[in-house]
């Protein structure tokens, strides 16, 4: 297989050559050279993007029982469609035994599929160290609310084979801050979200080594004061970077403009928090013992309430939207799911840009028109078309 096309972050035009599952060649064309599109007609090619936060898609949750390989696989060549080709498994507060056996599926899976290793970078834990109340709570199940306990942690990372990369939490929980050293130092990144902290607890969460806010401005009270709350805290800390879900329906055009004045570009990163209702008729539906309303415009809530119950749209979306609002330009805004989320969790060169020798990942787009989201022409992993031609 071969793909032409403008690298969306030098602006080179390049052809990729893919033999079997991996990258054969990368040709840079000089100008003048005979290419199949005129630069200006091109589409652009990157390795992929890379979503940090997945909790399941095509009617598959990842911290459901019974996840196989079959499953997982389903969910993978789902998101080709939205042009995302790595992403972590997203598992959220449950009991102790079910996310230890939904971290277990996910790696055995990942241990027998070359897509599924691939794919899935590794295992963010959103919860179940995180708020009681109402609104930081979210979509969360109150029942399996409590406070960081590292020997789980350690029974969870024990059944993922060490693929645990992110743990989000409460930093005001009892434990936390102890508990975010001890993460920190074995390389998995505590990230603060579903809080209601003061000021002084997100100090010492990041003193500790908290590295990121989870789908910042989300996962809140409903009101809160004006200047002294835990959003302006994280919006201010530079030592924390911050993702968020810009879908149009979790943060309106303003705060995404506002949010990327503050944190900077280089801080940021798109995340879809796609849930596995995603997709689904209009109607209100069971996530476990919570009611959860698919509404007709496609965004997920809890039944009556204004309180959103994860994504229901996906990166492609969320890249057309916050170029719109921010007025980045599209190979800044990429760069948010692709170079961004790469330093941050310790991925290769091979996932932002195209290497010999390297899985072969791939996603063939072109600027966002009428739909609001990107044209997604061609995703590729590991050689594997799954989604275009």
């Known amino acids: 297989m071969v793909y032409e096309g403008i690298q969306i972050h030098t602006n080179e035009m390049i052809r990729v050559h893919i033999q079997g599952d991996s990258i054969e060649a990368v040709e840079r064309l000089a100008p003048g050279k005979k290419t199949v599109a005129e630069p200006s007609d091109a589409p652009y090619l990157c390795p992929g993007f890379i979503d940090l936060q997945i909790n399941g898609f095509a009617g598959i949750d990842y911290s459901s029982k019974g996840l196989g390989r079959q499953e ?43 897509l599924a290793r691939t794919a899935i970078a590794g295992i963010h834990i959103e919860g179940p160290y995180i708020s009681p109340l109402d609104g930081p709570r979210g979509a969360h199940d109150k029942k399996h609310v409590r406070n960081p306990d590292y020997e789980e942690f350690r029974e969870w990372q024990e059944a993922a084979e060490g693929a645990i990369r992110i743990v989000t939490l409460a930093p005001e929980t009892e434990g936390a801050i102890d508990f975010i ?9 505590a990230s603060i979200g579903h809080t209601a902290a ?68 280089e801080r940021l990163i798109l995340v879809s928090d796609v849930a596995f209702l995603a997709g689904s008729p209009p109607g209100v539906y069971n996530w476990g013992d919570i009611e959860v309303e698919v509404n007709r415009d496609g965004h997920l809530s809890l039944k009556g309430t ?22 980045a330009s599209l190979a800044q805004t990429i760069g948010l799911c692709t170079v961004t989320p790469a330093r941050l969790i ?21 600027p966002a028109h009428d739909e609001g989201k990107l044209t997604i022409e061609t995703c590729v992993i590991s050689g594997e078309v799954v989604y275009g031609r």
């Open 306 to 327: 204004e309180f959103l119950a994860g994504a229901g749209h996906l990166l492609d979306r969320s890249i057309a939207r916050f170029a719109e609002a921010t007025k």
């Open 72 to 114: 997982i696989e389903q969910v993978i060549r789902a998101l080709g469609s939205s042009g995302t080709v790595r992403h972590l498994a997203t598992i959220i507060t449950g009991s102790r035994d079910r996310i230890t056996e939904s971290c277990a599926a996910i790696a055995s899976v990942r241990r027998k599929s070359p």
């Open 181 to 189: 050293a001890k993460i920190s130092a074995e390389g998995v990144i």
């Open 198 to 265: 003061s000021q002084e607890a997100i100090s010492a969460a990041v003193a500790a080594g908290a590295r990121l806010s989870t789908h910042l401005g989300n996962g809140s009270n409903a009101l809160i004061p004006r200047l002294k709350n835990y959003i302006w805290n994280q919006l201010a800390e530079d030592r924390l970077s911050a993702s968020i879900i810009a879908d149009g329906f979790h943060l309106p055009d303003d705060v995404l403009k506002t949010f990327a004045r503050a944190k900077g570009l």
């Open 346 to 366: 310790g991925l290769p060169q091979e996932t932002i840009d195209f290497v010999p020798g390297t899985p072969a990942c791939l996603t063939k787009f072109r």
